[in-house]
T-cell receptor
Framework: AQTVTQSQPEMSVQEAETVTLSCTYD???????LFWYKQPPSRQMILVIR??????QNATENRFSVNFQKAAKSFSLKISDSQLGDTAMYFC????????FGTGTRLQVFP | DSGVTQTPKHLITATGQRVTLRCSPR?????VYWYQQSLDQGLQFLIQ???????AKGNILERFSAQQFPDLHSELNLSSLELGDSALYFC?????????????FGPGTRLTVL
């Protein structure tokens, strides 16, 4: 079975600091995609960053970057220079033909 | 704005009733996915349609059904509603064959069963 595990239910960080959210997954597939979605209080699902499994290079989108370790099946999200607007639930997701989500990490950014 | 629309935004109904949730995918997207998010939970995949045909099924109850119409909009029908069906229901769409096969989410329909 394909599973996604987010072991940190809640995290907090001070504004302008850096925080890393963890995600591990399990699959026997060789080609797949990994995503981080953000869900702010509005409950809208917003794509933050994406990674192709066959690409060794870690994806980066402005202040967001990932540390993708394929052998370890790990896909962590680093948020640099945290902002108050980053406060949200963050979901890691794994995609072959459908998205499988982790249970989420609630991130609180404090001033 | 993802380009995916869902109606209604909110729905309040009673146990035993039946409701229909509607989704219009992004222009050009052929696949529609339905997800259920219960309170403080992750998203559970329910079902996928591709160009009118059912493509994949997840944890969808027998009381739930869906379809995709020729104009590619989709409807999720929930019947014999129970209190535990209260949740946020998301629709997402994608264009299979796109580079990441990424899914774009609508704003969701919040269903409350009293």
């Amino acid at each position: 079975a394909q599973t996604v595990t987010q072991s940190q239910p809640e995290m907090s960080v001070q504004e302008a600091e850096t925080v890393t959210l963890s995600c591990t997954y399990d699959t026997s597939e060789s080609n797949y995609y990994l995503f981080w979605y953000k869900q702010p209080p509005s409950r809208q699902m917003i794509l933050v960053i994406r990674q192709e499994a066959y690409k060794q290079q870690n994806a980066t989108e402005n202040r967001f970057s990932v540390n993708f370790q394929k052998a370890a099946k790990s896909f962590s999200l680093k948020i640099s220079d945290s902002q108050l607007g980053d406060t949200a639930m963050y979901f890691c997701a794994f995609n072959t033909d459908k998205l499988i989500f982790g249970t989420g990490t609630r991130l609180q950014v404090f001033p | 704005d993802s380009g995916v629309t869902q109606t209604p935004k909110h729905l309040i109904t009673a146990t035993g009733q039946r409701v229909t949730l509607r989704c219009s995918p992004r222009s050009g997207d052929l696949s529609v996915y339905w997800y259920q998010q219960s309170l403080d939970q992750g998203l559970q995949f329910l079902i996928q349609y591709y160009n009118g045909e059912e493509r994949a099924k997840g944890n969808i109850l027998e009381r739930f059904s869906a379809q995709q119409f020729p104009d590619l909009h989709s409807e999720l029908n929930l019947s014999s509603l129970e209190l535990g069906d209260s949740a946020l229901y998301f629709c997402a769409s994608s264009l299979p064959g796109s580079r990441y096969n990424e899914q774009f989410f609508g704003p969701g329909t919040r269903l409350t069963v009293l």
